[in-house]
């Protein structure tokens, strides 16, 4: 199975700031990676796929970048709505598996 | 717009079987080319792929539950479902449903079903 390491486990940040995860897949999955939001009592919601491309309808504050092992998430410009967990995933082979997640939080 | 909704009980035994399912509405599950899958989540923990099926009744599952997992497909119902069997407290999680996207998000899970809560009790 690929492993999904993502950093940190938790952030704090001030609205306005820019905040930024990192995902390290433990071999290379070229650029076959998204990223999802987890507000608590809902269903994740998919913001990036491919990497960097950005879903339909997700504000442009977000982005993701990196291919092969190495890859970033960041928000520029935090809003208050972005708290929730961020979880990293791999589709480039079977098992599908996601990073641990990151949990954002106001300072 | 494709919308699903899981259903199933949410308590459990211990060594027993759950069955969930999850109905799709707002389009026909066997149309298309898609991937039907379950996801679950631990209380406190994270994400983790169960299994999925394809719409002709492929199947693949995680390895680290292959022994006792069992995804199916009834188009007359426009449902699929999980069978997960021999349950333990560990298997105590929020159960999704989820199927990917129609275009570049292929891979990505973009509709999902807003979770279903499985209790496994002693």
């Known amino acids: 199975d690929i492993q999904m390491t993502q950093s940190p486990s938790s952030l704090s940040a001030s609205v306005g700031d820019t905040v930024t995860i990192t995902c390290q897949a433990s071999q290379d999955i070229s650029d ?31 982005s993701g970048g990196g291919s092969g092992t190495d890859f970033t ?10 708290i ?17 997640g990151t949990r954002l939080d106001f300072k | 717009q494709v919308q699903l909704q899981e259903s199933g009980p949410g308590l459990v035994k211990a060594s027993q079987t759950v069955s969930l399912t999850c109905t799709v509405s707002g389009g026909s599950i066997s149309s298309g080319n898609y991937y039907w899958s379950w996801i679950r989540q631990p209380a406190g923990k994270g994400l983790e792929w169960i299994g999925r099926i394809s ?14 997992v069992t995804i199916s497909i009834d188009t007359s119902k426009n449902q699929f479902s ?31 079903g807003q979770g279903t809560l499985v209790t496994v009790s002693s």
């Open chain 1, 73 to 82: 998430f960041t928000i520029t410009g935090l809003q208050p709505e972005d």
């Open chain 2, 82 to 112: 999980l069978n997960l069997s021999s349950v333990t407290a560990s298997d105590t999680a929020v159960y999704y449903c989820a199927r990917g996207g129609d275009s570049g998000n292929y891979y990505g899970f973009v509709y999902w």
């Open chain 2, 55 to 68: 719409t002709t009744g492929g199947t693949s599952y995680n390895p680290s539950l292959k022994s006792r």
């Open chain 1, 32 to 62: 076959y990676l998204n990223w999802y939001q987890h507000k608590p009592g809902k269903a994740p919601k998919l913001l990036i796929y491919d990497a960097s491309t950005l879903e339909t309808g997700v504000p442009s504050r977000f």
């Open chain 1, 84 to 100: 929730a967990t961020y979880y990293c995933q791999h589709y480039d082979n079977l098992p599908i598996t996601f990073g641990q």
